[in-house]
């Protein structure tokens, strides 16, 4: 075969080399600007288990409908929607999306400050939904472009830990807010800087080309949903990866949405001293255990990447029982300590997660892939899991009254513990699975 013959047939699999390059330095930059988009959709998404009290008091809600506002309202259609949004995103320009996607879910959050009945705010949760269903699978594709694959995992894990910046710095603002103003204050404040960050992202973020980071020009072969959809499923791995991550997202939406009213109810914390404890668990738990799930992945992954995976959800199952003892625990600083580095090592292994969904999937299909990801994750763990925690409680509180969350969140944690394993069964066809991926 001729060079010319074989230069033709790596164009027509779509592997032809690209000659276009970015500087490490504004890779980086790009990344922290994602980031901190992220930060602001969990600080817009997070900040309402803060209020789960005054707003159930106010317009006289069961624990099960502030379990379906915090979870359904918000997760249903921003799964769904986050489908069609990343269908789009594989075709077109992506920082578009995410900055159109972070000025709605900015405005509808200030507009959730604004409800005048339990409706009322349960729309507008549904639109905050809609709107940040167009930040991460984006993000993700974006991000798999700007960096190469021994450098991906770490990058998508410090993408990721913006959720724990987000959930912290809305559980220590908004326990200062809960102690000074009123819930309808705390939505205004935190969601209005949003606008202009999106501002900064349509103005400073170039659009990469697909496969920059590979250097190849991506397979022009337009794909549907359904293609992507039967491709991955063939991957025995992103199966079982998959029910394993939504059954650990469960505990991990658990902790973040009812531990507030955990604290509050089990040790009558004040929500000053609950929203500093959570913060700084959140916050520096959270993200610590992905940056560390990162470099795991990328260290140990080198040579065969279920190596790298299988250790990081090692790490997150060793966690486990710290999180029962915490839930169970009769001292309040025993329950905290412990919790502490339970939630670390909780999110060690999603680094694994993000960045073999997006290694498993072909170019012109990443953001779709990470849309799929997340819509099966939010569905069970954003959307079930505060409704089960929600749900159980009112089911326990008449044998165990005031203790019934704490059974009810120990039940939730459970089931991340049967996650964990699943997730550990997939290494065992994952490395055969990626050299599909690559072929």
């Given at each position: 075969m001729s060079d010319t013959d074989a230069q033709q047939e790596k164009s027509a699999l779509g592997c032809e080399h690209i000659n276009q390059q970015t500087?490490?330095?504004?890779?980086?930059?790009?990344?922290?600007?994602?980031?901190?988009?992220?930060?602001?959709?969990?600080?817009?998404?997070?900040?309402?288990?803060?209020?789960?009290?005054?707003?159930?008091?106010e317009f006289g809600a069961s624990d099960t409908q502030m379990g379906l506002l915090a979870g359904f309202a918000f997760a249903l259609l921003y799964t769904f929607a986050g489908i069609p949004i990343a269908r789009l995103a594989d075709k077109g320009n992506?920082?578009?999306?995410?900055?159109?996607?972070?000025?709605?879910?900015?405005?509808?959050?200030?507009?959730?400050?604004?409800?005048?009945?339990?409706?009322?705010l349960a729309l507008a949760r549904v639109l905050v939904g809609i709107g940040?269903?167009?930040?991460?699978?984006?993000?993700?594709?974006?991000?798999?472009?700007?960096?190469?694959?021994?450098?991906?995992?770490?990058?998508?894990?410090?993408?990721?830990?913006?959720?724990?910046?987000?959930?912290?710095?809305?559980?220590?603002?908004?326990?200062?807010?809960?102690?000074?103003?009123?819930?309808?204050?705390?939505f205004i404040?935190?969601?209005?800087?949003?606008?202009?960050?999106?501002?900064?992202?349509?103005?400073?973020?170039?659009?990469?080309?697909?496969?920059?980071?590979?250097?190849?020009?991506?397979?022009?072969?337009?794909?549907?949903?359904?293609?992507?959809?039967?491709?991955?499923?063939?991957?025995?791995?992103?199966?079982?990866?998959?029910?394993?991550?939504?059954?650990?997202?469960?505990?991990?939406?658990?902790?973040?949405?009812?531990?507030?009213?955990?604290?509050?109810r089990i040790h009558q914390l004040a929500p000053i001293t609950i929203g500093n404890w959570m913060g700084l668990i959140v916050g520096i738990g959270g993200s610590v255990g992905t940056i560390l799930g990162g470099r795991i992945v990328d260290i140990l992954g080198r040579e065969r990447a279920s190596r790298g995976m299988r250790a990081s959800v090692l790490v997150t199952m060793a966690g486990f029982p710290l999180g029962i003892y915490a839930l169970l625990a009769e001292s309040t600083i025993h329950s905290l300590w412990a919790?502490?580095?339970?939630?670390?090592?909780?999110?060690?292994?999603?680094?694994?997660?993000?960045?073999?969904?997006?290694?498993?999937?072909?170019?012109?299909?990443?953001?779709?892939a990470a849309a799929i990801m997340l819509f099966i994750v939010n569905i069970v763990g954003a959307g079930a899991g505060p409704l089960i925690v929600g749900a159980l409680s009112d089911a326990f509180a008449a044998e165990h009254g005031i203790n019934s969350i704490r059974y009810a969140l120990v039940c939730s944690l459970l089931l991340g513990a049967v996650g964990s394993i699943i997730i550990f069964c997939a290494g065992r066809t994952l490395d055969a699975d990626l050299e599909r991926a690559r072929a």
């Amino acid at each position: 075969m001729s060079d010319t013959d074989a230069q033709q047939e790596k164009s027509a699999l779509g592997c032809e080399h690209i000659n276009q390059q970015t500087s490490p330095a504004y890779a980086n930059y790009v990344l922290g600007v994602l980031f901190i988009v992220y930060v602001f959709n969990f600080i817009d998404r997070q900040v309402l288990s803060v209020f789960i009290g005054p707003i159930k008091e106010e317009f006289g809600a069961s624990d099960t409908q502030m379990g379906l506002l915090a979870g359904f309202a918000f997760a249903l259609l921003y799964t769904f929607a986050g489908i069609p949004i990343a269908r789009l995103a594989d075709k077109g320009n992506r920082r578009n999306i995410i900055a159109i996607g972070l000025a709605v879910w900015s405005a509808m959050t200030v507009a959730c400050g604004f409800a005048r009945s339990f409706a009322q705010l349960a729309l507008a949760r549904v639109l905050v939904g809609i709107g940040e269903a167009a930040g991460s699978p984006p993000s993700h594709s974006m991000i798999a472009d700007y960096f190469s694959m021994d450098r991906r995992a770490t990058a998508l894990a410090i993408y990721t830990s913006g959720a724990f910046v987000g959930s912290a710095l809305a559980y220590l603002g908004g326990g200062y807010l809960r102690e000074y103003f009123d819930w309808r204050t705390a939505f205004i404040v935190v969601g209005a800087p949003g606008l202009l960050i999106a501002l900064l992202v349509g103005l400073t973020v170039r659009e990469p080309l697909r496969g920059l980071s590979e250097q190849r020009i991506e397979d022009k072969t337009t794909t549907t949903l359904g293609d992507t959809l039967r491709y991955l499923v063939r991957s025995r791995s992103w199966v079982l990866m998959m029910t394993g991550f939504s059954l650990v997202s469960i505990a991990s939406y658990a902790i973040l949405i009812w531990g507030y009213e955990f604290y509050e109810r089990i040790h009558q914390l004040a929500p000053i001293t609950i929203g500093n404890w959570m913060g700084l668990i959140v916050g520096i738990g959270g993200s610590v255990g992905t940056i560390l799930g990162g470099r795991i992945v990328d260290i140990l992954g080198r040579e065969r990447a279920s190596r790298g995976m299988r250790a990081s959800v090692l790490v997150t199952m060793a966690g486990f029982p710290l999180g029962i003892y915490a839930l169970l625990a009769e001292s309040t600083i025993h329950s905290l300590w412990a919790l502490g580095p339970f939630y670390l090592l909780l999110n060690v292994y999603l680094a694994a997660m993000y960045s073999n969904n997006q290694n498993l999937a072909k170019l012109q299909m990443r953001a779709t892939a990470a849309a799929i990801m997340l819509f099966i994750v939010n569905i069970v763990g954003a959307g079930a899991g505060p409704l089960i925690v929600g749900a159980l409680s009112d089911a326990f509180a008449a044998e165990h009254g005031i203790n019934s969350i704490r059974y009810a969140l120990v039940c939730s944690l459970l089931l991340g513990a049967v996650g964990s394993i699943i997730i550990f069964c997939a290494g065992r066809t994952l490395d055969a699975d990626l050299e599909r991926a690559r072929a």
